[in-house]
């Protein structure tokens, strides 16, 4: 207890944190620009991946990385007005697991705002969510901000309902990373229209924070880092003045600039997925406006998780506050044209790509 208090007396005088003290969160600070009294905090906690081994037995490395992050939330200061989780809570979507995240999401004394993972969806199509945690998609306001949730993850009706003999095995076919046999994200037409509709009301300065699983943008299709229309949802957010979309499911630092639309990803409480640019499969269609970052370390337990926080609408500043790693800012350049890492462009302070790959 008294360390943790050190080291939240230390974050708030100091701004800043060393990689050893930083937990698996990430907290975004949402400051209205010239509007005094609008400035709040959320944070953020996604892809947690709680796995059932058998019976009560969880692996216990991924139950760690929630627990921390949790506990690092519920600790923070200023007290976030709500937490949002940003989907994969569990690892083959059984109620077992969710039950077993849910106990441990129980300890914030927040509410939480969820987002569904491929992982939480295709044993049994987001019935469990459903029931127990939130709509697959739904929008919501909170002192001056539009937030919009997206079920990012769906699929050709076609793949989800016809070729497997079993749930468990359109589950296991989804949840590998590179699996010829998977199926690339969407988010479909009919939450297109939604999104079309919900949008309506809201005027064209309206800060607007899009949560969605995967990147609403196209990275690396053998991994479905991925979503398949996205340019049409794109399309849909293209009028709006002051649209951020925060994702999960890279497991990495990430961030991308596309026209008007800034895209920030968050690390996972349960491991770092590497960049893909370090890998051959194709197709591969990086956008250009793409910064690689430095590669996390997957033989560290913690490497690549961390904490950050994110402000707008004057352009964009996210503090990565990774564990293992160096911190680093990420903020708009001086042209408000793009996101850059400031430390990353030091080359002596890159991390070598791993080869071993
Ligand atoms: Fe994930
Ligand atoms: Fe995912």
Do not use: C
């Not at 929630?66 to 200023?78: C, G």
């Not at 999960?248 to 920030?264: A, E, K, M, R």
Request: net charge neutral; no cysteine; glycine share 6%.
């Amino acid at each position: 207890m008294k360390e943790r208090m050190t080291r939240r007396t230390f974050l708030k005088v100091a701004g800043a944190l060393t990689a050893a003290v930083a937990f698996p969160v990430s907290r975004v600070e949402v400051a209205l620009g010239q509007t005094p009294g609008q400035k709040f905090t959320f944070a953020y906690i996604s892809d947690s991946h709680i796995t059932q081994i058998k019976g009560t037995q969880f692996v216990r490395n991924f139950d760690n990385g929630l627990k921390k992050a949790v506990l690092e939330v519920n600790f923070m200061d200023p007290k976030p007005d709500f937490v949002i989780f940003g989907g994969d809570l569990a690892q083959l979507g059984k109620g077992e697991e969710f039950e077993h995240g849910l106990e441990m999401m129980k300890d914030l004394a927040l509410p939480i705002k969820w987002v569904i993972g491929e992982h939480d969806y295709y044993l049994d199509l987001g019935k469990y969510w459903q029931e127990k945690m939130a709509p697959l998609y739904y929008s919501f306001d909170h002192k001056g901000v539009h937030f919009v949730v997206l079920n990012s993850i769906l699929t050709d009706d076609d793949w989800t309902n016809k070729r497997w003999s079993t749930p468990e095995e359109r589950m296991l076919q989804m949840a590998r990373l590179d699996n010829p046999d998977g199926s690339p994200f969407m988010v479909k037409e009919e939450q297109r229209a939604w999104l079309k509709k919900d949008l309506a009301k809201i005027k064209l300065e309206t800060p607007i924070i899009v949560l969605s699983h995967s990147p609403l943008y196209k990275i690396f299709k053998p991994w479905n880092f991925w979503t398949d229309d996205a340019e049409q949802v794109q399309a849909i957010l293209k009028p709006y003045k002051n649209v951020k979309i925060l994702h999960g499911h890279v497991h990495q630092v990430l961030y991308n600039q596309i026209g008007n639309l800034t895209f920030n990803a968050f690390m996972a409480t349960a491991w770092p997925w590497p960049y893909v640019t370090t890998y051959s499969q194709l197709p591969n269609k990086m956008p250009a406006l793409t910064v690689p970052m430095n590669r996390a370390d997957p033989f560290k337990e913690r490497d690549g998780t961390g904490w950050g926080h994110f402000e707008l609408p004057i352009g964009i500043v996210h503090h990565y506050e990774l564990w293992e790693n160096p911190a680093r800012t990420v903020r708009k350049t001086p042209d408000m044209k793009q996101p850059e890492d400031t430390q990353y462009q030091s080359p002596e302070k890159r991390i070598s790509p791993q080869k071993h790959y």
